[in-house]
C-alpha cells in the first residue's frame, strides 16, 4: 500500500512538471500574439508507460512533455517564397511605370501636346510664309518641342537612375538576409545538438526566407540536416547550409553606366555578372521596369527625336529662306539616335528669317511649297517607319499598357500572396481566445494533480500513524 501511495506521488511530481510547462506555452504564445513572425508553438503531451501493479493491470505513471513544436502548413509553406516573389515583383514595376508621368497623354507640354502644336504652327505659316510673326512663332513652337523632348528624355533618364538607387539598397538588405539565414543554420544546429529544439531560432530563420523571396524570389530547399538554403531562379545557390553569397553591383558602360549585378557565389568562387531581370522579387521588379518598359520608352523616343529632327532637317536644308539663301538645318543632333531626345537643340545658326519657305530662288514671299512638305510628313512615315504622331501615340500607348498590365498583375498576385498569407496566419498566428482555454486547462490539470498530491500525502500520513 505504501509503494502504490509512494507511485502515485511520482507519477503526479512527472505531471506537475508537464502541466506547468503546458501552461507556460500557452502564456508564451499569448505574450507573442502581436510579435512578427511569430509561430505558435504547441507543447506536445504524452502519457508515461504504465507499470505492473493490483495483479494483473497495468498502472499509468502520470505524463511528460515530449516536446515544444511549432504550428506551420507545409503545404501553405512552400507555396508562400513564390507568392512573396511574385507579388513583390509585379507591384515594384508596377510602382516604378506608374511613377512616370513624362508620357501622360494628357500632361500639358507632353511630347504628343507639342508635335501637335509644332505642326500647327507649320499650317499657320503655309497661310501667309513671308509673314514675320508666323516664322516667329514656328521658331517658338520648334523650341516648345526640343524642350519637351528634353523633358521626357530627362523624367526617363532620371526614374531610371532612380531604380538603380534602389537597387544598391536592396542589394545590401540582400546580403544581410543571406548572412543572417546561414548564421541561423549554424546557431540552429548548436541548439539541436545540445538537445533544444530552438523555436524562436526557427522563426528568424523563416522571417530571413521570407525576405529573400521577397528581395530575389529565390526559393528554400531543406536539407537532411534540417538546414534552410536558398536557390535564386534558375538553380544557383545564394545560401547553402552555413555559407552565404552575396551580391555587389558595377557600372554596365553597355546600358549607360546603369548598374549591372555581379553574384559572389556561396562556394567562394569569383564573381560572375548576373541578370537583374532574371530575379524575381524586388530586385526582379526593379530590372524589369528599369530595362524594360522605361528602356524602350527611351530608345523610342530617342529614334523619334532623331528621325523628325533629321527629316526636318533634310527639308529646311532643301529650300530657301526669304534672303534667298539655303536653308540652314533646324535642329542640332548627336550622330547617332542614341541620346537624341536629351541632346537635341535648335540649331544656334537658324533665326526666324532663316527659315526656308521656298523651293524656288529668287525666294517669293507667296512660295509656301518648302513649308507644305514639311507639314506633309505629320502623315508621312520617318525613317522609323511610321510619321510622328502616330509613333509618338504609339510610344505612349505602349507604356501605358505596359504599366496597366503591370498594376493588372500585381493586383492579381496581391490577393494570391494575401489569401496564402491569411491561410499560414489561420494555422500559425496565435488566438487568443484559444490559448486562454488551453491555459485554463492546464491550470485546472495541474490544480487537480496538486490535488491529488495532497490526498496522497494525507493517505500516507493516515498509513503511517496506523503502521506507529
Do not use: C
Not at 503546458?22 to 508564451?28: D, E, F, I, K, T
Not at 492546464?442 to 496522497?456: C, D, F, G, H
Amino acid at each position: 500500500m505504501g509503494a502504490d501511495l509512494f507511485s502515485l506521488l511520482v507519477q503526479s511530481g512527472n505531471s506537475l512538471g508537464a502541466h506547468s510547462a503546458a501552461m507556460s506555452v500557452a502564456g508564451n504564445n499569448v505574450a507573442n500574439a502581436n510579435t512578427p513572425g511569430y509561430s505558435r508553438q504547441i507543447a506536445n503531451l504524452a502519457a508515461n508507460p504504465g507499470v505492473s501493479s493490483l495483479g494483473a493491470g497495468n498502472v499509468g505513471t502520470g505524463v511528460s512533455l515530449v516536446d515544444i513544436t511549432q504550428a506551420r502548413d507545409q503545404f501553405v509553406e512552400r507555396q508562400i517564397p513564390n507568392a512573396l516573389a511574385a507579388q513583390s515583383r509585379s507591384q515594384t514595376e508596377s510602382d516604378a511605370l506608374n511613377a512616370l508621368t513624362a508620357l501622360n497623354p494628357d500632361l500639358e507640354g507632353g511630347l504628343p501636346t507639342e508635335i501637335g502644336a509644332f505642326y500647327s504652327s507649320l499650317q499657320t505659316w503655309s497661310q501667309n510664309p513671308g509673314d514675320p510673326a508666323l516664322r516667329q512663332n514656328v521658331l517658338g513652337s520648334s523650341q516648345a518641342l526640343v524642350t519637351s523632348f528634353n523633358q521626357t528624355a530627362t523624367s526617363i533618364s532620371a526614374a531610371r537612375t532612380g531604380l538603380d538607387s534602389s537597387i544598391l539598397g536592396k542589394i545590401n538588405e540582400v546580403n544581410s538576409a543571406a548572412q543572417s539565414l546561414a548564421d541561423l543554420n549554424k546557431q540552429i544546429q548548436i541548439a539541436k545538438s545540445a538537445g533544444g529544439q530552438a523555436n524562436d531560432l526557427m522563426d528568424q530563420r523563416q522571417a530571413a526566407v521570407d525576405t529573400l523571396a521577397t528581395l530575389t524570389g529565390a526559393t528554400p530547399y531543406t536539407d537532411g540536416a534540417g538546414n534552410v538554403s536558398m536557390a535564386l531562379p534558375g538553380g544557383t545557390s545564394l545560401v547553402v547550409d552555413g555559407s552565404a553569397g552575396s551580391f555587389s553591383a558595377v557600372p554596365d558602360p553597355a546600358n549607360g553606366g546603369l548598374l549591372k549585378l555581379q553574384l559572389n557565389r556561396a562556394d567562394g568562387s569569383p564573381p560572375t555578372d548576373w541578370d537583374g531581370m532574371s530575379l524575381g522579387g524586388t530586385m526582379g521588379g526593379l530590372f524589369a521596369a528599369r530595362d524594360g518598359a522605361l528602356k524602350t520608352a527611351a530608345d523610342s523616343v530617342d529614334n523619334l527625336a532623331f528621325n523628325m529632327a533629321t527629316t526636318m532637317n533634310t527639308i529646311q536644308q532643301s529650300g530657301y529662306d526669304v534672303s534667298s539663301n539655303p536653308g540652314v538645318a533646324m535642329f542640332s543632333l548627336p550622330a547617332g539616335a542614341g541620346g537624341a531626345a536629351s541632346q537635341i537643340r535648335i540649331n544656334p545658326a537658324l533665326t526666324a528669317l532663316g527659315l526656308a519657305a521656298s523651293t524656288t530662288t529668287p525666294a517669293s514671299t507667296g512660295d509656301n511649297s518648302n513649308v507644305l512638305a514639311m507639314i506633309s510628313t505629320q502623315s508621312a512615315p520617318l525613317l522609323g517607319g511610321a510619321n510622328p504622331v502616330a509613333t509618338i501615340q504609339t510610344i505612349v500607348t505602349a507604356f501605358g499598357t505596359s504599366a496597366a498590365q503591370a498594376q493588372a498583375l500585381a493586383s492579381h498576385d496581391t490577393a494570391m500572396a494575401s489569401n496564402l498569407q491569411n491561410l499560414r496566419d489561420a494555422t500559425s498566428g496565435v488566438s487568443i481566445d484559444e490559448e486562454m482555454v488551453n491555459l485554463t486547462k492546464a491550470q485546472r490539470a495541474y490544480e487537480a494533480v496538486a490535488k491529488v498530491i495532497s490526498t496522497a500525502n494525507q493517505m500516507l500520513d493516515t498509513l503511517m500513524s496506523i503502521a506507529g
